[in-house]
């Protein structure tokens, strides 16, 4: 069974960081894209950051362009995101995303972690 599970969430002031991390655990055979997403209080989840399976492109939502940093680590099957000047327009849950393909599928599956979350006080 494949899982996502993030973590580093947290509490923080106006202009401080975080780091959010995702782990993808289970019968894994291979990770292509990875993306976080964010979901405001009474509003639909929205994409915050995508990499893809090299880690060698990314693509940002305007809105945290140049104050987030997304990254990967394919040998330990890890996502992050680095959060920096944060707003309290970023609070929210954070979900990771990732395409997988277990081991026994020739298919790739999106998969959702449970969520993590970052609050931001002004």
């Known amino acids: 069974q494949v899982q996502l599970v993030e973590s580093g969430g947290g509490s923080v002031q106006a202009g401080g960081s975080l780091r959010l991390s995702c782990v993808a655990t289970g019968n894994i055979g291979d990770i292509n894209s990875m993306a976080w997403y964010h979901q405001a209080p009474g509003t639909e989840r929205a994409l915050v950051a995508h990499?893809?399976?090299?880690?060698?492109?990314?693509k940002y939502a305007d809105s945290v362009r140049v104050r987030f940093v997304i990254s990967r680590d394919n040998a330990k099957k890890m996502v992050y995101l680095q959060m920096d000047s944060l707003k309290p327009e970023d609070t929210g849950v954070y979900y990771c995303?990732?395409?997988?393909?277990?081991?026994?599928?020739?298919?790739?599956?999106?998969?959702w972690g449970q969520g993590t979350q970052v609050t931001v006080s002004s």
């Open positions: 995303n990732a395409a997988i393909k277990a081991h026994s599928s020739p298919y790739y599956t999106g998969y």
């Open positions: 990499v893809t399976s090299s880690g060698a492109t990314t």
